[in-house]
T-cell receptor
Framework: EAQVTQNPRYLITVTGKKLTVTCSQNMNHEYMSWYRQDPGLGLRQIYYSMNVEVTDKGDVPEGYKVSRKEKRNFPLILESPSPNQTSLYFC???????????FGSGTQLSVL | SQKIEQNSEALNIQEGKTATLTCNYTNYSPAYLQWYRQDPGRGPVFLLLIRENEKEKRKERLKVTFDTTLKQSLFHITASQPADSATYLCALSNSGYALNFGKGTSLLVTP
């Protein structure tokens, strides 16, 4: 089944403790992206990648890192999480320009 | 600055009626516009894509229009059903890669 898989689904952590949210897609998509969604602010793009070893900042990249060493994986790294990074995070992927995005199920992160 | 605006107020309609949602944008020159559906706590799901040279597109009970002069898209659900209740997101891109989303409009269809 074609899908974007994120893990974990829920994560509670404390300020400053490094964490990684994994994202994997099995559709051979070149493009992958991370979004965060907050009430009243909608979906905001954090980082995106157009292919292996090619990443670029979205609208809200501060406090986040990403890597794209393999085509299928695009992990989101929070080196020193802070409470303002408490949010619902979505990974998404697609083939090329002008194509629909496939979203993962989301990761609800709480930073205490 | 670039903006994608959708009605922030929830839209409540009766089953069987047509729901119409609006997406307005500024400072974009999009080659296409997309609509997604999102259920609470879940990832958005793609519904329709319409290109700048298409005025209208249909898929089953869904219809999307795209007016690049008005910088507006309208999304219609005909013969609405309670199962259509969800948040609907408009999305577009200048580059064709990074896709930006509106905040969405919540639709509630009551029996």
């Amino acid at each position: 089944e074609a899908q974007v898989t994120q893990n974990p689904r829920y994560l509670i952590t404390v300020t400053g403790k490094k964490l990684t949210v994994t994202c994997s897609q099995n559709m051979n998509h070149e493009y992958m992206s991370w979004y965060r969604q907050d009430p009243g602010l909608g979906l905001r793009q954090i980082y995106y990648s157009m292919n292996v070893e090619v990443t670029d900042k979205g609208d809200v990249p501060e406090g986040y890192k990403v890597s794209r060493k393999e085509k299928r994986n695009f992990p989101l790294i929070l080196e020193s999480p802070s409470p303002n990074q408490t949010s619902l995070y979505f990974c998404a992927s697609k083939y090329t320009t002008n194509e629909k995005l496939f979203f993962g199920s989301g990761t609800q992160l709480s930073v205490l | 600055s670039q903006k994608i605006e959708q009605n922030s107020e929830a839209l409540n309609i009766q089953e069987g009626k047509t729901a119409t949602l609006t997406c307005n944008y500024t400072n974009y020159s999009p080659a296409y516009l997309q609509w997604y559906r999102q259920d609470p706590g879940r990832g958005p799901v793609f519904l329709l894509l319409i290109r700048e040279n298409e005025k209208e597109k249909r898929k089953e009970r869904l219809k999307v229009t795209f007016d690049t002069t008005l910088k507006q898209s309208l999304f219609h659900i005909t013969a609405s059903q309670p199962a259509d209740s969800a948040t609907y997101l408009c999305a577009l891109s200048n580059s064709g890669y990074a896709l930006n989303f509106g905040k969405g409009t919540s639709l509630l269809v009551t029996p």
